[in-house]
């Protein structure tokens, strides 16, 4: 199956009145766990690599940066399913112009401490340069609690339609990320979507609408937003939580000592780096009944 422009994954979603699912691998053995997912599920699919996090593994060595692309983008390529790879919400302009030359055909640049007219005027730059190489660019309006990238720690801020209209207009960007209740919250709490808002957003913006920190959304919710007009959905924790619970399961039950090299990277049932397909499968299923 071969690597596909972002534009063609939610042509196919949009055709089918569902949403394409993000989920955001931390290295290449867990970005595999998320496509024999998708094959498994028969669904398109988009992975990648967080922008803030992954510089700090590469201990801002921009140079990893294509090992970590070129990787991820062979695998997309092995795929059964059509796969396109992002690089998303990174602050760190210069990683994000790297990963479009690194293997990524999906970049997302997102600093809300900076003012509108600077933001407009890096993100319009990274639209020129990712277009002449058919790469598309996502961005953002308004933020949650918790983001590293806030502006105001606490508080949460809806996106406004007419701000995200002007913005599109203004950027030329393919997708926004849209903040409609969505929020990161710990714990089993799960939150619930600003349905009339999604609607009204759909109505009035001319890009995908991304629907960011659905592992916190009730999947109830989840499909009242994908039938208003979400066609993308991004997991983070949906994949890590449970490959964590995983891990320490795994980890203690040979107690301290060291149990052979079975226990990394060899896909045994002791393998701590195991865990991940079951919930991007869980988290598919619930995406393919979006239009239900």
Known sequence: MPFVPYR???AQVERRSSALGYFEAWDIPSLIGVIRAAEDSASPVMVGFNGAYLPEVCRREIRFLRSYGQAAREAAEAAKVPVALLFNESPYLEWVYAAMESGFNAVMYTDERIAWQERVKRITGIVKKAHA???AVEAELGELPESPQSSDGGRSFLTDPAEAERFIHETGVDAIGVWVGNRHSPGA???TL???????LRRRLTVPLVLHAGSNVADVSLREGV????RRINYGRAIKEPAFHSIAARAGSPGA???GFASLGSSAGVDLLGGVDGAALAKLAVLQGGAA
Not at 194 to 200: H, S, V
């Open 8 to 10: 063609e994954l939610i």
């Open 133 to 135: 190489s058919g790469i």
């Open 189 to 191: 709490e799960r939150t």
């Open 194 to 200: 600003d349905i009339g808002l999604i609607a009204e």
């Open 227 to 230: 039938r208003a007009g979400i």
């Open 257 to 259: 000592v060291y149990p």
